[in-house]
């Protein structure tokens, strides 16, 4: 809201600048955004002479005290007499425009009037911004009270709905800086010839959505509003209309209590507050038609809606330009009740959005006095006798004791009485002191968000300064509890897998549908939203997969040569209503391993995707089981299964070649996508800290290679553990492996086996008797010959 | 003898290899060597001068063997470095390992987080992502048809579950689980249905609570003081009132813009201020919704990942944490 220090000031005395204000109020909870200057361009007042029609524009002869200028402008509704602000030609107005001389067949025009978007004071206006004809020609605007101001922007928490006003500013600042608050005068004169009764009644059907309903009724003239309201609507970022309009909403930016003025003339007999009924319409002001259903309160007439109920007004009821009396409404609605419709209607309104928080019930008589004294005296008012004040209850103030001690122990401080109840009366609170440690408060009306103890505590703070409060260190006696396993690994991996050279990714949980459904055929388990922000975020990701795949074609969109990445994050499964979250490791490599001056380029294969799940065995002291995969996203004879104890915890393995289309990716025979995920959940199940160290070998040990040929099927993984399960092996490298053989169904493979014995030195027979060993079990098992 | 003398140490001066010692060697201590041919004279000479002599040349002798000695090893040491440098290589040119990875700037500033805050004696909890109302909004205080349900624009999953628009959840479900004291961070990603250059529909939070009897809100301004000060340097930290539904009193943290140091600057939109974090007393309504004793109480606040890493490493468009391009991420391989 923004809001004018010139007008704030007549509400309570203020002796500092407008920045000063600004931090001050900002401190205390109601935060500024910014402090701006009104701007006026160097204009200057100018009084219309003559006005000579051409075409589209008119050519006018302006007085601006020292000569008298030709303009022209476009504005139809200028007449002789009337004034506004004038920029000589060679001035610059509002984003660095220039005014230029400019030539209209004769006329030349030697300057430009201003509308108030031209003056920054909203962002487009249908006309000139009309000057008071009091205004002196050629008085520089900057010296017209009006635009010597400063607009305060601040941004209201939705708790401090009784800020949300001159006036409630104006009661944080008088307890800031200890001042009075001065009421503007609110009298008037009735004619007593007219009487309310007469004309109108109130009924209210749902005294729980509205608590309270006031109406005065006056004869009025409907015209323009005089320049200071004008202006001070503009400042506060509200449109000028015609004086009726202009004047409720004046009421509602002073004192915070949205206002409503019927044209009485075109209400049937009386207004029945009622809940609407299904399918029933109105058209609002906005020129838009709403269908209402049973939960939403009305403002109806005899036959029909008449207002949203503290939402807005019904077009064909609202002040018009021949309006001759008006109802005026000033009511207290239920905030729940306002927040359902408003909602539910998507339609919000400086009305709703202060119903909605919550409105002074108190405050309605007064707002409708206000609104009649400036009505008398700005609208011709003749206002009738009497008034309607629909309520069943008084609104009291809610009463409660506070104790000092509890205050200063929440709060950490040591704030003496005095200085607590002296803020505490400048916020209205009442307080008063009832033994040595407690006083009672009572809460103003207004304000809906206090209600206990703690809220008085923030009271006192905020206004004494929490700057006054000191930092102290809490002592907490609480036992060391042991880490989270699963925090432990997923902390340990980034680590490890950084090191080895992959990036961490960190990816939307929301993803495509369509591309999840290449991954996970299972769409029951698949948790959808209902109000995705856009289409391709429609569902949680079952998978890392997807949003790395992602990544890798942006890269590549980048002109990225080498791509290896890695996420750790959630995935989530349906689970009923709910769902179940695990945690994942996804990774995905492509493009360029290694390129330098060392080796020749190589590209991303398999077996550095396998060096991942490798390390991950390492780091978590673990052994997977490969098992050919048959997931259909994933390369047939380049993919495996991750077994930990019998369960299927992820998998590694190429991208299937059909699936890289899908995100646009060049199929290159050399270059290919490498896809892993394994489940971390599983990992932190598995995986033990404590291991058994394993002894040193006590002698020298011995080592001997093996080469070997057998079937192409035959795993290597099965050879190597039928050596390992000798005692005198010690460890096994395969360090060759050749399957380009004349006899293209076997393959060649090539171990170096250390040997050792623990009691005495081998002797080189011992050797051959265990080598000659080991190959005749690799014969049995394997078929195996040696390599010739 | 004395010119013998004068002659070799004028040769053995220029002498820079092996093959010209063992030349000089032979020409002086050999068989015909100059040396050698001076012994031969021995036998011309008396008793008493072949005493002197004899003394005298085995002098030279001893002499000349030293010198070829101590030449010898100069040289040894001189060949052997030169070889050596005839094997220097580019010191310049690149290692073998070429990939290096980087952990991700968001996991990097929670793990620096996280840190300080276990240095202080605080747990790390984690929580769902995808919450129930319940506990997203209404055990914090947050009814239904709440205006404060408008600071924070929601994605549902139905009508009761929600992808949690904050970490705050967190603190309920580790409140019913255990009983007081309890003194834990909880880092998470968090959902808001919101996008443009400073939001992001999916974000990192931080939530931290602490619970005991007797807290103060004296206590939250210390232990965040000294965290701010911990993690951005020696920047002033002011606390100023704010809202938040499960909260009371509570507080909106600002630090010193650390781009300006202060004086205004677009980053803080002039203010000379930066706000980092929420904070407040645990509101009495959220504690009675779990049931705590009534002499308890504590504080809470949450902080904004991404808002930390930006201002901690100048990032300026939010939007380069999530599309995961490598060249941005390689930067954080420190
Ligand atoms: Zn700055």
Known sequence: ?788 | MHYIKKEFEEAIKNIDNNEALKQLKAQFLGKKGRVTELFKRISDLGNEQKKEFGKNINQLKSYIENAIKEKQTQINEFVKRKSLEEESIDITLPSRVSNFGAIHPITKTIIEIEDIFKSMGFDVETGYEIEYDKYNFELLNIPKEHPARDMQDTFYINDNVVLRTHTSPTQVRVMQKKNPPVMFISPGKVYRRDSDITHSPMFHQIEGLLIDKDIHFSDLKGVLSEFLRMFFGDVPVRFRPSYFPFTEPSAEVDIGCIICKGKGCRVCSHTGYLEVLGCGMVHPNVLRNVNYPKDYNGFAFGLGVERFAMLKYGIDNIKLFFENDVRFLKQFSF
Request: with cysteine; glycine share 4%; hydrophobic share 40%.
């Open chain 1, 1 to 788: 809201m923004r809001v004018s220090y010139r007008w704030l000031k007549e509400f309570v005395d203020i002796d500092i600048s407008a920045e000063e204000l600004a931090n001050k109020i900002t401190m205390a909870g109601l935060e500024v955004d910014s402090v701006d200057k009104i701007e006026t361009y160097k204009s200057i007042v100018g009084e219309i002479l003559e006005i000579q029609e051409k075409g589209s524009l008119y050519l006018t002869k302006v007085d601006v005290g020292d000569s008298v200028l030709n303009i022209a402008t476009a504005d139809k509704t200028i007449k002789i007499g009337d004034k506004f602000p004038v920029v000589k030609a060679g001035g610059v107005i509002k984003n660095d425009v220039k005014i230029e001389k400019r030539k209209f067949g004769d006329f030349v025009s030697e300057g430009m009037m201003l509308s108030a978007a031209e003056l920054g004071l909203e962002d487009s206006s249908s006309g000139l911004f009309r000057l008071d004809s009091s205004f002196k020609n050629g008085t520089n605007l900057s010296d017209i009270e009006e635009f010597d101001d400063y607009l305060i922007e601040i941004e209201f928490t939705p708790n401090r709905a009784d800020a949300l006003s001159i006036l409630g500013v104006a009661r944080d600042v008088r307890a800031l800086l200890k001042k009075d608050i001065k009421f503007p005068e609110d009298s008037f004169s009735v004619i007593s010839d007219k009487n309310i009764n007469n004309v109108i009644s109130v009924e209210i059907q749902n005294y729980d959505a509205c608590p309270r309903y006031t109406l005065f009724v006056a004869d009025v003239t409907v015209k323009e509003s005089p320049f200071f309201i004008r202006s001070r609507l503009l400042k506060s970022g509200i449109r000028p209309i015609n004086n009726i309009v202009d004047i409720t909403n004046y009421v509602l930016m002073a004192f915070g209590q949205p206002m409503h003025a019927f044209d009485l003339n075109r209400l049937n007999e009386k207004i029945v507050v009622r809940n609407a009924s299904k399918g029933e319409k109105i058209l609002a002001l906005d020129g838009r038609e709403y269908e209402l259903d049973e939960n939403m309160l009305i403002i109806a007439d005899s036959k029909e809606p008449i207002a949203i109920a503290g939402v807005m007004g019904g077009e064909n009821f609202s002040v018009m330009d021949d309006t001759k009396t008006i109802a005026l409404e000033s009511a207290f609605f239920d905030p729940v009740s306002v927040r359902l419709t408003a909602r539910k209607l998507k339609l919000h309104t400086d009305a709703s959005h202060r119903f909605e928080r919550g409105v002074d019930p108190n405050l309605c008589i007064k707002a409708n006095h206000y609104a009649l004294n400036l009505l008398e005296k700005y609208a011709d008012a003749k206002i009738y006798d009497g008034h309607i004040d629909a309520k069943k209850d008084e609104f009291k103030e809610k009463t409660f004791d506070v104790s000092f001690e509890n205050v200063n122990r929440l709060l950490g401080t040591n704030f003496d009485k005095k200085e607590m109840l002296e803020v505490l009366d400048y916020l209205n609170f009442k307080p008063k002191e009832l033994n040595d440690n407690t006083f009672s408060v009572s809460v103003p009306t207004y304000r809906f968000d206090i209600e206990m103890e703690a809220d008085i505590a923030e009271e006192v703070a905020r206004c004494i300064g929490y700057d006054k409060v000191p930092s102290t260190f809490p002592v907490v006696q609480t036992s060391f509890k042991p880490k989270k396993r699963i925090d432990e690994i997923k902390r340990q991996l980034t680590k490890t897998l950084a090191d080895y050279g992959l990036c961490e990714a960190v990816n939307y949980a929301f993803i495509d549908s369509n591309k999840l459904k290449l991954f996970n055929k299972n769409e029951n388990e698949f948790i959808y939203l209902k109000n995705p922000l856009i289409e391709g975020q429609d569902v949680m990701r079952t998978t890392l997969v997807c949003g790395l795949l992602d990544n890798l074609t942006f890269n590549i969109n980048k002109n990225a040569k080498s791509v290896a990445l890695f996420e750790i994050g959630r995935v989530f499964f349906k689970d009923n209503d709910y769902s179940k979250e695990l945690d994942k490791l996804g990774v995905v490599l492509w493009g360029v391993e290694s390129f330098n001056w060392h080796n020749k380029e190589r590209f991303y294969d398999f077996y550095d995707l396998k060096g991942v799940s490798e390390m991950v065995e390492k780091a978590f002291n673990l052994k997977f089981m490969y098992e050919r995969s048959n997931q259909a996203f994933l390369h047939p004879g380049r993919s495996a299964d991750l077994l930990l104890g019998g369960n299927n915890i992820g998998f590694i393995g190429e991208l299937h070649p059909d699936i890289y289309d899908l995100y646009d990716i060049k199929f290159d025979k050399k270059v290919r996508v490498l896809i892993a995920e394994i489940d971390l959940n599983a990992i932190a199940d598995y995986s033990s800290k404590i291991k058994m160290y394993e002894k040193l070998p006590k002698l020298p040990t011995v080592v001997r290679d093996l080469a070997i040929v057998v079937d192409k099927e035959v795993k290597a993984s099965n050879i190597q553990d039928v050596i390992e399960s000798f005692d005198s092996v010690y460890d096994v490298v395969l360090f060759d492996m050749y399957d380009k053989l004349e006899d293209s169904s076997i393959k060649s493979l090539a171990f170096r086996i250390v040997l050792k014995n623990d009691e005495k030195t081998f002797t080189d027979q011992e050797i051959d008797k265990i080598m000659d060993k080991i190959f005749s079990a690799l014969k049995e098992k394997f078929n195996a010959n040696l390599r010739g």
